[in-house]
């Protein structure tokens, strides 16, 4: 009889374990790991202290909700950091399914990225967490460091040519003409896949003379926090241009489309089509490529 019992209270218990067990093992991990204490932020050079209407900066990096976690992960790619942890607060209990479903939304990761100097900004964000809350962001990020130094330096050539206005719309068109006069679109990346050049960000443009959409909106991008110009990029589903903050307006600015190549002989050509338009002039225009998300980029969309 009393095999009988210890078996059955053995069964029993066994039985407890395996229903709660991932409660059981969520205990165990916090024991052996521990709360891994939250990150403390130190923003680089490249950081913006800007808030948009999509997102916002924070320092609170226990998330609350989804717009307080996309605040996180904008702040964190914001400042520029390679490894980060941030924490889900107790009372969030879909933190972890929004961190997953964040992650992995290419749309989304995208976006942050807009909002955020093109040094900071990242090729690949890996997101890891575990069941308690703890949460670990690693940016593998777009540009090198002898990248940016190479930037950097022809931007400095570029920004000695600029000695006579400070006025922000001339200084906005001189960058323009400058890197539109001495940059080819890259026809072979884009029309046959033949990657020669870093076309993609701003190192094609400035420092091999060879862009796409990327390289050019990077570029120019770069130019306007310099001079601390408003800006951020705006995406659509296959094109990027730049939004710009002048005389207390946005506009939008596309060097892409302002650098044309001629069909019959194939030369580049300037202009001024895409110059700092309105939205109104932008959707008179009626280029598909140019249809964005309202919803994420509000500040252009009047």
Known sequence: MKKIISYTIILALLVTIYIYRDDLADKIAAMLVGNKTVSELSPNKYYKPVDYDYVQITDD??????????????????????????????????????????????????????????????????????????????????????????????????????????????????????????TKYDKDRSDLGITKYKSDIAYGPLVQGYALCGGYSDAMALFLDYYDIPNFKVISENHVWNAVKIENKWLHLDLTWDDPVSANDNRDNLEYTFFLIDNKELTKLNTNEHLFDKEVFKEISV
């Not at 924490?87 to 990225?113: A, F, G, H, T, W």
């Not at 964000?125 to 949460?135: A, P, Q, R, S």
């Not at 001339?170 to 323009?176: D, G, R, S, V, W």
């Open 61 to 182: 990096f226990v998330a609350k909700d989804r717009q307080h976690l996309l605040n996180i992960y904008y702040t964190i790619v914001n400042s520029g950091a390679d490894d980060f942890y941030f924490k889900c607060s107790d009372e969030y209990e879909e933190c972890i399914n929004d961190v997953k479903e964040i992650s992995n939304n290419q749309e989304e990761m995208s976006n942050l990225n807009c909002f955020v100097s093109p040094f900071n900004s990242f090729d690949r964000l890996e997101t890891t967490f575990d069941n308690i809350g703890n949460v670990e962001i690693k940016s593998v990020k777009h540009y090198s460091s002898e990248e940016i130094a190479a930037v950097e330096e022809k931007m400095q050539l570029i920004n000695n040519k600029i000695t006579n206005t400070t006025n922000q719309r001339e200084i906005i068109k001189f960058i323009h003409d400058e890197i539109i006069n001495t």
